[in-house]
């Protein structure tokens, strides 16, 4: 009996993830990452790898708890694991705080998360700007070693993951059956879609091991995220730019409102800039498409 072959396009967090999805878990099928982008130079080595979700207003929110709640026991049973080194992933507490009390004094996933609460007013004592927060912990990827990590557990499971630059999809017809789009910004040239725009990232990552608690401010444009061996100090949104040169003048912004939330990192070392274009204009797309052209069916 045929075996459907799959190309996963992408080799991001997405991508890698969706392929060891698909060669373990789904029906027997032939699958092959491509991708012109590997690790440690994909955008999901830029990304600071917390588990904090986002809203999207176009998905229903049962689904997007459920999504979540899936990828938190996931993640949650590899920190468990005797595998959470190599898979760089492990829980972090901290917390998220507000200048203002917020509408939604409790978000969807509180009950994902372990151990969420309100701030207690000694605890709010260290942020002295803000009135309100959330106490919880979660789950934190170390982005270049998870990718790494999914790569090696593709390879023992004989995904082959191929280097190419695909113009369009249709390239990969008839070699292949099955086409799954995990290119993000990419989709803009490979489906055609120009909806999907850049969301423009900056990162810092600096030395800072005595600071052991993460801290978000509001939704999440000023950030602290303590890693296994640096910080992640966050972060800029800049919806439509595709530059991904550092920008000095974003640096100093970002490293003077983080040490605004944590004033001890002004004796931070190692400072590194990193760049990311996040694929933004849209939710998230989930779907099939059956797509007919000249040569056949994709």
Not at 244 to 260: G, M, N, T, V
Request: proline letters at 6%; a positive charge; charged letters at 20%.
């Amino acid at each position: 009996m045929h075996q459907p072959r799959v190309a996963v396009v992408g080799a991001g967090v997405v991508g890698l993830s969706t392929a060891l999805c698909l060669s373990r878990l789904g029906p027997p099928c032939a699958v092959t990452v491509v991708a012109d982008k590997v690790t440690p130079h994909t955008t999901s080595d830029v990304a600071a790898g917390m588990l904090i979700p986002h809203t999207y207003p176009d998905i229903p929110i049962p689904k997007q708890k459920q999504w979540f709640r899936e990828t938190f026991d996931h993640l949650f049973a590899i920190a468990n694991s005797a595998e959470a080194e190599d898979a760089g992933v492990h829980l972090v507490s901290g917390w998220q705080i507000f200048r203002s009390v917020p509408t939604e004094e409790v978000p969807f996933w509180a009950d994902v998360v372990l151990g969420f609460r309100r701030m207690t007013e000694a605890e709010l004592k260290k942020f002295p700007q803000h009135v309100f927060g959330y106490a919880f912990t979660t789950l934190k990827c170390e982005s270049s070693t998870y990718l790494s990590w999914l790569e090696k557990r593709l390879r023992a499971s004989g995904v082959p993951i191929l280097s190419r630059r695909l113009g369009d999809l249709w390239e990969l017809h008839p070699a292949f059956d099955v086409v799954v789009n995990c290119s993000g910004l990419g989709s803009r040239q490979l489906a055609g879609d120009a909806e999907v725009l850049p969301v423009r990232g900056q990162v810092l990552r600096v030395r800072a091991p005595w600071v052991k608690h993460f801290i978000r401010e509001g939704a999440g444009l000023t950030y602290v995220y303590p890693g296994a061996s640096d910080v992640v100090l966050g972060g800029t949104r800049q919806e439509g730019d595709w530059n991904l040169s550092p920008d000095a003048e974003a640096s100093r912004d970002i490293f003077s409102r983080c040490c605004a939330l944590e004033p001890s990192l002004r004796g931070a070392a190692g400072l590194r800039e990193q760049v990311g274009l996040r694929p933004g204009g849209r939710g998230v797309r989930l779907q099939a498409e059956r797509v007919r052209g000249a040569a056949g069916t994709l």
